[in-house]
């Protein structure tokens, strides 16, 4: 059996179409790589309401239309850092949409885009003597050429072994 897969609008239209003009329900599941069932379903909501289209499901309606979620994916890709928090969303969305929304609401929306919060990292604190010694090494050693960089040996590389036998 096919893998479970819903139908768009013009692919319900014609299955119905292809119904009506005679072809077997087998067929039909088989011509848009979906199973009978599915078929058998869209056969008996188009004969009971006469219409191809999906009805309307329980539960709260989104709060959201599909044009402010697309807004909020990108403001939260757009931001430089991609690390703006959901208030800072939140803002920019009314700002350009007028639309009173919850942090939570924003962060849902983005779960749904498969995009998660990030912390930025936070660089290690260097004291006043570290950057007095990297400003001493660097001028010590701004003039180098790579001749020379290549026979320095970083004490903090780490070796790693690609295969067993490099020993």
Known sequence: MPPRRKLNEFERGRAVAWFQDGVPKREVARRLHVSISVIVRLIQRFTATGRVQ????????????????????????????????????????????NTNISQQTIRNRLHGFNL?????????????????ARRAFWRRHVRWTRQQWSQVLFSDESRFTLNHDDD
Not at 65 to 77: C, G, N, Q, S, V
Not at 125 to 132: F, K, S, Y
Request: net charge positive.
């Open 54 to 97: 999906e009805r309307r499901r329980p539960g709260r309606p989104k709060k959201t239309t599909p044009r402010e979620d697309r807004l909020i994916e990108r403001l939260a890709l757009q931001t430089i850092t991609r690390t703006a928090s959901s208030s800072i969303i939140r803002r920019q969305l009314r700002v350009a949409t």
């Open 116 to 132: 998660c919060s990030r912390r930025p990292a936070v660089p290690p604190r260097l004291t006043p003597a570290h950057r007095a």
